[in-house]
């Protein structure tokens, strides 16, 4: 018969063991289930122009040099901007005058979802994250 002190030892680790066993599976379940982050984005804008962007940010505004230019007068020159951060997207409000909307509220920053209509000042934007 073991002594007594070698029992309780022998059944942590055992515990511990069997502690390691069930993270790691974890681990291994939800890096198999993880969706790959959308690589792109897509902008519509009201005037039914769609652009696909590649890159980690895409600037939004009145001004030409803007990746997605805004028809709207009330927009400011650079209004917001998209950004990819990890395997998300962002919109961040560029302390335009106007301000960026979602679902009626004011937003500085904000998760972006596919399909999301955000509205800068008054001009509606349409993503789809792919």
Partial sequence: ?????AVPAA??????????????RTADLLSTEAAPPPSRIAVATRDGV???HDGDHVLLGRGAWCDVPLASARASREHAVLLRRGNAWWIEDLDSTNGTFAGGARLMVR?????????LADEPVRVFLR
């Fill in 1 to 5: 018969m073991p002594p007594p002190a």
């Fill in 11 to 24: 059944a942590a680790a055992a515990r511990r063991a069997a502690v390691v066993e069930r993270v790691l």
């Fill in 50 to 52: 769609v652009r696909l």
């Fill in 111 to 119: 998760r972006l979802a596919d399909g999301d209509v955000v509205v």
